[in-house]
């Protein structure tokens, strides 16, 4: 019997990798999506819609993290052996704007599916995963930051994750539950949703580049970041269920960059200068800022053996190439149509 995982979020960025990557394992994967009124499947699209890739082991089901009931008669049907717990609000900016709105998905969701965990009776079955974050460090306590630094959340995201981290240590304390938080820092790729900066910076370069953009506006140059690649950091998430103990890892680059490093080198990358591009524009900052973020990983290389292969430079390559291509298709079809078109 081929082992069965529930993936919450498996249409966001980190989803759709840890999909791939389970399937690739020979998992039965199942994933909860969201109603939309138009598609929102594309990072999946291509596992889903050919029934002869990994042998059509994905399976999708409607449902949302707002709704209580239906998580817990998803996990009574499908009694998953592992639950990656990846969905969420996931824009800091954002949740300054909604903040009780992310409180409740990114927050209070934790406790429906940990609750849900043991309505189904699956307490001292299931694996469970909580897509915990870098962002909970905030106005950071130590440099570089380790399991052991304190939380100072800056944002309303912030705080909502540090009541899933602990809850998730609770329900590992209280229950016996195998439940694991994964701190991962900053982790990018092709894939990233295009209102994250790295994205929005590769994107707009490629389109500067084929003459389909004028300029680009941005907040805070100055905040420093730990990138990482998120293919690669998706194997943290399973590696850390398949230990014999549940626990909390950092999982980061051991580097950091300021946003304006990342301008800079996709800028560098695609021969075009940088400041004849970029403006600032105020409505991206934030209230309270998170001015420098850098992990280190060693109890990840110590006790499980991970580290990453793909650090900074590396990371802005892949994401400026890929845009690149996007940008060509775009610019081809505009010059055969007429037609502005986003690919
Ligand atoms: P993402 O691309 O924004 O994906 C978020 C996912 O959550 C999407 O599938 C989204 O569905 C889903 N979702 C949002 N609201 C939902 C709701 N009410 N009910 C059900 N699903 C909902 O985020 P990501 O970058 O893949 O990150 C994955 C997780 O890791 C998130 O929890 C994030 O907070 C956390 N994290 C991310 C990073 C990072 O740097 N990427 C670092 C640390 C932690 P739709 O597609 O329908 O919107
Ligand atoms: O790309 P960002 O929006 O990522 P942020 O806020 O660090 O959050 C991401 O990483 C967290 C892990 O630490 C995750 F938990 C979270 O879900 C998300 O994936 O912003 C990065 C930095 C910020 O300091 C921001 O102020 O870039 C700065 N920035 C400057 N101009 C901008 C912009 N950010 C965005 N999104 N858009 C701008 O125009």
Redo the contacts with the bound molecule.
């Keep these: 019997m081929p082992k069965k995982a529930l993936i919450t979020g498996i249409t966001g960025?980190d989803g759709s990798y840890l999909a791939e990557l389970l399937l690739e394992k020979g998992y039965e994967v199942h994933g909860i999506i969201r109603r939309a009124s138009t598609f929102n499947t594309d990072r999946i699209d291509h596992l889903y819609r050919d029934p002869h890739v990994n042998g059509s082991k994905l399976h999708l089901h409607y449902g949302d993290l707002a709704d209580g009931s239906r998580i817990t008669k998803l996990l009574y049907e499908l009694k998953p052996d592992e639950i990656y717990n990846l969905g969420?609000q996931?824009?800091?900016?954002v949740s300054f704007d909604s903040p009780e709105y992310t409180g409740d998905v990114t927050g209070l969701s934790t406790v429906r599916l940990l609750e849900a965990i043991r309505e189904a009776g699956l307490t001292q079955d299931v694996r469970y995963y909580q897509?915990?974050?870098?962002?909970?460090?905030g106005k950071v306590q130590h440099v570089p930051q380790t399991e052991e630094t304190p939380f100072w959340p800056r944002?309303p995201?912030?705080c909502a994750?540090v009541f899933a981290f602990w809850l998730t240590v609770n329900y590992r304390e209280a229950y016996n539950l195998h439940a694991s938080n994964g701190i991962?820092?900053?982790?990018?790729s092709p894939r990233?949703?295009e209102?994250?900066?790295?994205?929005?910076?590769t994107r707009a370069a490629t389109r500067i580049k084929m003459g389909l953009q004028d300029k680009?506006?941005?907040?805070?140059?100055?905040?420093?970041?730990?990138w990482g690649y998120a293919k690669e950091y998706v194997e943290v998430m399973w590696l850390m269920l398949q230990q014999d103990k549940p626990d909390d890892y950092v999982c980061a680059t051991n580097e950091t960059h300021s946003?304006r490093d990342f301008v800079i080198e996709t800028f560098n990358l695609l021969d075009l200068d940088w400041e004849k591009y970029v403006d600032y524009?105020k409505?991206?900052?934030?209230p309270s800022?998170?001015?420098l973020?850098i992990g280190d990983p060693a109890k990840l290389k110590k006790q499980i053996g991970w580290e990453p292969k793909v650090k900074f430079k590396e990371l802005v390559k892949i994401m400026t190439e890929a845009d690149l291509e996007l940008a060509k298709q775009e610019h081809a079809y505009k010059e055969a149509t007429g037609v502005n078109k986003s690919f």
């Design positions: 960025q969420a996931s824009h800091v900016r897509a915990s974050s870098s962002e909970m460090f944002s995201y912030g994750k991962l820092f900053n982790h990018e990233r949703g209102t994250f900066v790295t994205r929005k910076i680009l506006y941005l907040g805070n140059l100055d905040a420093q970041r730990d946003v524009d409505r991206y900052e934030r800022e998170v001015d973020l």
